[in-house]
């Protein structure tokens, strides 16, 4: 599974990339023209008749600037075109005539997404444009190799409830399902979670017995366990193999499987657990 998902995730990876930076540049200005400014926004100020107006300024959290002259300006919920218009009509109003004022929008933090757990750059992203799940992956650089099967997206509703929303990597990546790429919004947390690492141990008539290191989303059957230990050997007896496993107070089981009827398709295949023991027999014939 691991590798399957890597070897998609790069594939769409690339995509995403080009989505994320290589957007049209009409796209992107249509973005900026219709961008709200907010708190936090980091932005470049030019006045072409006062050059010591020029200054690059953070919008504070009540949504003001501070600039010489003009003293505390709210611009916050303006346009970009917006503030240039009240910045120009203030210093027109005062001090020059024919104000050219322009504004540069070098960081939308008030337009951002956090991206948290098994990537490799987690972090806050800017939200620029219409973004989708994988595109916000792929500007945190991917994923890990500790990532899980599964990632969540915690989503804050009108009411102030924040919903959590699972979304299946296996069906995203490997089945190709776009329903699960979904459109991110202003301040969505995406969570990756660490998958953590279990030992499986098998034994006896095998090719390569010993410790098995698997993903606890991974879902390890005695099948799938057997055949990662090489298979059965010619003398094994696949109608007798055990399980031994202990509980949380301690206490083993011993389970005994006749593996040939899940072969068949006559029982169901079992799911292992962390620090299960699978001991295949010898054949007495």
Not at 10 to 35: H, I, M, N, P
Not at 45 to 72: A, C, H, M, Y
Not at 198 to 211: D, L, N, S, T
Request: aromatic share 6%.
């Amino acid at each position: 599974m691991k590798r399957k998902i890597h070897f998609v995730f790069l594939l769409t990876l690339s995509t995403a990339l080009f989505l994320v930076v290589g957007f049209s540049q009409q796209e992107r200005e249509s973005f900026v023209k219709e961008y709200f400014i907010g708190a936090r926004d980091l932005l470049e100020i030019k006045v072409f008749e006062l050059p010591e107006l020029n200054q690059t300024v953070r919008v504070s959290e009540d949504g003001t600037i501070t600039l010489p002259l003009l003293g505390s300006v709210m611009i916050g919920g303006l346009t970009k075109d917006g503030v240039e218009r009240k910045l120009a009509g203030m210093l027109e109003a005062k001090y020059i005539k024919d104000a050219q004022v322009s504004i540069f929008i070098r960081e939308y933090q008030s337009k951002q997404v956090s991206v948290i757990g098994a990537v490799e750059k987690p972090g806050m992203y800017e939200l620029v444009g219409r973004r989708t799940l994988l595109q916000m992956i792929s500007a945190a650089g991917g994923f890990t190799e500790k990532a899980g099967n599964q990632l969540f997206v915690l989503r804050e509703g009108r009411s102030g409830i924040t919903a959590s929303i699972e979304i299946d990597l296996e069906d995203l990546l490997i089945n190709g399902n776009q329903k699960l790429n979904i459109p991110m919004q202003v301040n969505d947390v995406i969570n990756v979670p660490v998958d953590k690492m279990i030992h499986i141990y098998v034994f006896g008539e095998v090719k390569q017995p010993g410790a098995l290191a698997v993903k606890v989303s991974d879902k390890v059957t005695l099948l799938q366990a057997i055949a990662q230990a090489g298979g059965t050997t010619e003398d094994a007896s696949k109608s007798r193999v055990t399980i031994k496993r202990k509980d949380n107070n301690g206490k083993e089981t011993k389970t005994i499987v006749n593996l040939k009827d899940i072969i068949k398709g006559k029982k169901p295949d079992v799911e292992l657990k962390e620090g299960d023991v699978v001991y295949v027999p010898e054949s007495i014939f």
